[in-house]
């Protein structure tokens, strides 16, 4: 079945620096990838998704590039501020009836003020 | 609306007990999602249903089983408890096609003893 890795499990940037979270996935079929935000004793909120059919997606300070030979992916966040400090899982799907996410083991950003 | 709802909060069982955690969502969505979230080991897919009237498993899903009640509401049950299953149970859903967003509930923190 599908696995997804992600790096690094911690990471501290200062505020205003870039923070770069990378995930790689197993099952070539794959198609979707989501990321989603978690904040300390709240539920996960997604935050970008890009599918196989593009290699890049911007939404204001966050980016997410995809690299299907390599099945690999990665989420940017540039200008860090201290409300990006959170927990950050990738995600990888496939076009199947399931619809179900197989999600990275998380990311936890601190960005130091 | 409410989105997803969950019930309850928090529950504290002895090993041995048994108990069904409920999830409702109001989106009129087709997929329906169970998750455990332990530390260290993101979101694990423990039973999903695509659609109304069916349900299959997910990585994790020894220990539980699932009962999709009608399109809103998607049980998860613990027929026995055992230390193993303390953990934060999240439900989500979705709209199923195509591959899009999942809304997750906020979550029932459980301990078994």
């Known amino acids: 079945g599908e696995n997804v890795e992600q790096h690094p499990s911690t990471l501290s940037v200062q505020e205003g620096d870039s923070a770069v979270i990378k995930c790689t996935y197993s099952?070539?079929?794959?198609?979707?990838f989501p990321w989603y935000k978690q904040e300390l004793g709240k539920r996960p909120q997604l935050i970008i998704d890009?599918?196989?059919?593009?290699g890049e997606k911007k939404d204001q300070r966050i980016a997410v590039t995809l690299n299907k030979t390599a099945k690999h992916f990665s989420l940017h966040i540039t200008e860090t501020q201290p409300e990006d400090s959170a927990v950050y899982f990738c995600?990888?799907?496939?076009?199947?009836?399931?619809?179900?996410?197989?999600f990275g083991s998380g990311t936890r950003l601190l960005v130091r003020p | 609306n409410a989105g997803v709802t969950q019930t309850p909060k928090f529950q504290v069982l002895k090993t041995g007990q048994s108990m069904t955690l409920q999830c409702a969502q109001d989106?009129?969505?087709?997929?329906m999602y169970w998750y455990r979230q332990d530390p260290g080991m993101g979101l694990r897919l423990i039973y999903y249903?695509?659609?109304?009237?069916?349900?299959d498993k997910g990585e994790v899903p020894n220990g539980y089983n699932v009962s999709r009640l009608n399109k809103r509401e998607f049980s998860l049950r613990l027929e026995s408890a055992a230390p193993s299953q303390t953990s934060v149970y999240f439900c989500?859903?979705?709209?199923?096609?195509?591959?899009?967003?999942?809304?997750f509930g906020p979550g029932t923190r459980l301990t078994v003893l």
């Open positions: 989500a859903s979705s709209e199923g096609t195509p591959q899009g967003e999942q809304f």
């Open positions: 099952d070539s079929a794959s198609n979707y």
């Open positions: 890009i599918r196989s059919n593009v």
């Open positions: 995600a990888a799907s496939r076009m199947d009836s399931s619809y179900k996410l197989i």
């Open positions: 989106m009129n969505h087709n997929s």
């Open positions: 249903s695509a659609s109304e009237g069916t349900t």
